[in-house]
């Protein structure tokens, strides 16, 4: 019997339509109107407002104006032949109190966007959370606080009621463990706190709310498709030694298995669940966090290097970024065989669900040129051998729904700031001038032509 995939031509050639060809942002890295339609403070208000948090003391006030701009954007994505785009919606548009009362200024917004994707045919596919949690919830601990996940779940009802009969593709959350690690164990992202031990009630009180905001998602949402976008890197030891061997497997089970295991399978890897705090787990939330989900996210950026850390408390281990002659803007390796290793362990890990690469790209310090061109040629180096080992991994046989270019506009990222450049399209970010690059339009010709050279 022939399959889809025997059918795949082994060349360079895409077959069309195989994948869903896209790009991704979120709403504080390109939004800006901090302070209009209504909408509250978030985390990364206050986080970004701190001296010293961001490079240069930058901020997503203003970031890519998109809030404004958002029908420029719109005729860019339709520039790029994009197929579809995820963006995130802001919990402090919709709830600007993060619980009560509704902001409709702010669900307009988005509803607005989603009609404007719609009638140029690019499917929406929408994100609850990327990372800006509403600032009144922090007043309680954020995801410190059990709580939170409950709220969530009711804001994930009061998007899904107004967008759920146009968007069928939803990730709950962005990268919780990022998130996690970021925010609360390494204090460098929003809310900036450091500690080890938030570790887990961060981590457990995120899946929490995914698992509860399942429920009105499902209600809401006719023919769904759902999942969480997890950052996965590839992690192996730093030397051979074989401290930092098992430092590189306890590492993966922190950053990687605990998140996996306890949504796609129930339960928590025995290595987390031997040194989590036992209130914080409560009979039946397991049953809830692993309610059953359509597809896997995959964000896939870089590899990392374990150390055995016996002091480190509770992990035991550290990681560092691989040193390279060519580090990017972000310090970071290129490393696409990254990306086979997790398109290919997913598969055989979790056979049942779709994989989508939700986000992959480079950050590179991209200029105008003379003749306002951005000539990133490394970054279309880098999409051909990250879409390249993705193509490869649907002709083997792994399920793969789409591909999402992290990112359609250079934007805040975070605590680098505007530094470093991610986009398909440049952003000048005092006239907010925008600028199709090099990589714009070599993506657009492999959307359209489906040709990878
Ligand atoms: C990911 C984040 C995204 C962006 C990229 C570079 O971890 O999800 O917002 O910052 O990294």
Redesign the pocket.
Known sequence: MTTAHDQMPSSNAVPPGALLWGAAT?AY?IEGAAHVGGRGASIWDAFAHQPGAVERGEHGDVACDHYRLWEADLALMSQLGLRAYRFSVAWPRIHPNGRGSINTTGLDFYDRLVDGLMARGITPCATLY??DLPLALQEHGGWLWRDTARYFADYAHSVTQRLGDRVKFWMTL??PS?HTELGYVMGVHAPGLRRGEHYFAAMHHQLLAHGLALEPLRANVRDAQVGI?Y?LAQIEPATDRSEDQEAAIRADVFAHGAYLEATLRGHYPADVAVVMPADIVEPGDLDIISRPVDVIGV?Y?LRLLARAAPLREIFGYTTELVKTRRPTA?GWEEYPAGLAYWLNRLQSEYPDQTIVVT?N?I?LPDRLGPAGVIADTRRIDYLREHIGVTLAALRAGVKIGGYFV??LLDNF??QCGYR?R?GLVGVDHHTQQRTIKASGYWYAQLIASGNLE
């Open positions: 979120s890295q990327h990372w962005n990268e990022a976008a950052n964000n950026y972000m986000e790209g950050g992290w990112s990222e975070w470093p991610f």
